[in-house]
């Protein structure tokens, strides 16, 4: 399949056009916000040939695809007739969700579509670092000083460019509020900073501050013009709207930000980037260890997105970053697990996907490997966790930082040169090889040579069963059990719930369930080891042993309870059919949230296996997982 043909395919089974309201994309993924994510076909989306898998985070969903994610989405850009970009009037996507998840949409929204022109400028900012100070370059020199003017152009006129992509994601007009990021670096206003001279808007005192750099001043100021604008738009006759509307918004914005939104911007910038600092100073080495050791769990759920501001921000105010230098030994940790589970497997396919993943992954792409080997394996994503917080401490005490954005990866390593730099290095190398070998040795449940007969399309809603995986040594087995379905409703592979956690097995093995009704009865004759008092989850641990876990609907614990009550305390025992929660179905579903109940037994490894029924539908009460 080819990228035009995997594009059009991508794009029908999101729904189509209509259903598209705005689609971007990062090293990776294909970010889509939709107007109905009933649409999708999740399914056969993951089936497709060069679909690495899907994601659905932070308001998005997103199509893991891998460095040919650019040349897609030309495809798909083309195919939309240049809508990817522009406000759809005419319909709006789905709302609900948290604060935070849609505050990482708007952030990734914002930034994504200048990470490519950021690690570019970077790496020659980072190339030019090297040669003065090995005097290969004059800093005064013409080449130089051209060089410097396209690796640091970026930075000083950042404002500009987060105006663009801020007014597309608010809908509002791009070229007013570039205009507007236009007068916080206007020449004689950077004179007045400079100069510390008493400046006044018709005797109001303005408060002078340096914008060249800044993130945060131009995002809050477009905002603001995106909401003045829907005010004030209606009560322009249509006529005279394309003049009226753009002059008193550059009339009331461009003095309403010198005047407040920008110093109050600047201000919080500067205590964000503060905080930071103080949070490193204090234990540079824990604090690098557990942020190295975090990363790829926050990039697994979409939350990195929340750091880029901040990374731009420290970049901005402190000539460098230590946050982004902490993120490094991760990426290279994903590298060398994958490497292990390369020379260790034995599986055709799992070496071959490994092969790939390996080389991507050098090079910053580690969705390959992370979703497609260290996650599914588990115990190569643990030992690659570790080996991060090993690496990451190094590089925090080693003082490293980065003059640049830019993804991890040997390509970027010119935006880490300055102090610590060979710091950063040692802690590169520690965790690869630290990652590889503790993936060796621990190993992984080498999967088996997949069945044909196994593989069946989505179009024929057929659930495909889910393959016994033998351990690698022989393991006790525990007596036959049974676990009966908690709630009616259509069964659904776990490898196709919109969480990766779920979805890539690290939690358990199971099957998902979408409830008909909100009645949760218990599956076993157990215990209850642990209850949620959200209600939107339970832990039960059957007579027999096996542990069962229920978790109704996906990012539901940020309801804090509403639309949930639980029926049972941990400690009680409960039987077969026993009710435990009710839920309102309709409302979590109206409130935005997804509705899957996964079913999942957390400790598989008791078990030679955890076979999952063979249907599409259910009813509480009737036979669910059959574990042996």
């Avoid at 070229?175 to 950077?190: C, E, H, K, M, N």
């Amino acid at each position: 399949m080819n990228n035009r043909e995997l594009a059009e395919n991508i794009l029908e089974l999101t729904g189509g056009e209509k259903n598209i309201v705005e689609l971007v994309h990062c090293a990776t993924r294909l970010r889509f916000t939709l107007t109905d994510r009933n649409r999708i076909d999740v399914t056969a989306l993951r089936e497709l040939e060069g679909v690495i898998t899907t994601v659905q985070s932070g308001g998005q969903f997103q199509v893991v695809v891998g460095s040919k994610v650019a040349d897609i989405y030309s495809e798909i850009d083309r195919a939309l007739s240049r809508r990817a970009h522009q406000p759809v009037t005419e319909s709006m996507p789905q709302k609900g969700g948290s604060v935070l998840s849609r505050l990482v949409d708007i952030i990734s929204s914002i930034f994504t579509p200048l990470l490519g022109a950021m690690a570019a400028s970077g790496i020659i900012k980072g190339l030019l670092a090297i040669s003065f100070a090995n005097a290969w370059l004059d800093k005064k020199e013409s080449s130089a000083v051209i060089l410097q003017a396209a690796s640091d152009s970026l930075f000083y006129f950042l404002p500009v460019l987060l105006a663009i992509t801020a007014a597309r994601k608010f809908r509002t007009d791009v070229f007013v509020a570039v205009t507007l990021a236009g007068a916080l670096i206007y020449p004689d206003i950077i004179v007045f900073f400079n100069n510390h001279a008493a400046v006044s808007f018709f005797g109001i005192p303005v408060m002078m501050m340096k914008y060249t750099g800044t993130v945060l001043p131009i995002v809050l100021a477009v905002y603001v013009m995106s909401q003045l604008e829907c005010l004030v738009k209606n009560y322009i006759h249509e006529a005279v709207r394309n003049v009226i509307l753009p002059f008193i918004l550059l009339l009331v914005m461009v003095p309403l930000t010198l005047l407040t939104i920008g110093p109050v911007g600047v201000f919080v910038s500067e205590a964000v980037a503060a905080l930071f600092v103080k949070i490193f100073s204090f234990n540079p080495v824990i604090a690098s260890a557990l942020f190295a050791a975090g990363w790829q769990v926050f990039v697994i759920f979409g939350m990195h997105w929340a750091f880029t501001p901040v990374i731009i921000n420290e970049i901005s105010l402190l000539g460098k970053s230590t946050l982004k230098a902490a993120t490094v030994p991760a990426v290279f940790a994903q590298s060398g697990a994958v490497l292990a589970v390369l020379l260790k497997t034995r599986n055709k396919k799992m070496k071959t996907l490994a092969s790939g993943a390996f080389v991507s992954s050098v090079f910053g792409i580690t969705e390959p490997a992370v979703y497609g080997i260290t996650l599914k394996l588990k115990k190569p994503f643990i030992c690659a966790v570790l080996a991060s917080a090993v690496g990451g401490g190094i590089v925090g005490y080693s003082g490293s930082g980065a003059i640049s954005t830019g993804i991890p990866s040997l390509v970027t390593l010119p935006i880490f040169y300055g102090e610590g730099f060979y710091g950063l290095l040692a802690g590169i190398a520690v965790s690869f090889v630290l990652s590889a070998l503790l993936t060796y040795i621990v190993g992984f449940v080498d999967p088996a040579e997949e069945s044909p007969e196994l593989h069946k399309t989505s179009s024929q809603n057929v659930i495909k069963p889910v393959a016994p995986v033998p351990p690698q040594r022989a393991m006790p087995a525990s007596s036959r059990e049974e676990i009966w379905a908690p709630v009616s409703g259509r069964l659904i592979p776990l490898s196709e719930v919109n969480d990766a956690v779920f979805s890539s097995g690290v939690v358990g093995s199971g099957i998902a369930i979408e409830p008909l009704t909100g009645r949760i009865v218990s599956p076993v004759n157990g215990t209850v080891i642990s209850s949620f008092s959200s209600g939107h989850a339970l832990h039960l641990l059957s007579d027999n042993g096996a542990e069962v876990l229920i978790h109704i609907g996906l990012d539901t614990i940020q309801l804090d309870g509403k639309f949930f009550s639980m029926q049972v305390k941990e400690g009680m025992h409960v039987s077969k059919g026993e009710l435990l929660v009710e839920c309102d179905i309709p409302q979590i579903r109206n409130a935005g949230y997804d509705t899957v109940i996964p079913v999942i037994v957390t400790n598989p490894e008791k078990y030679r296996s955890v076979r999952p029924r063979h249907a599409t539908q259910t009813e509480a009460g009737a036979l669910l997982l059959s574990l042996s």
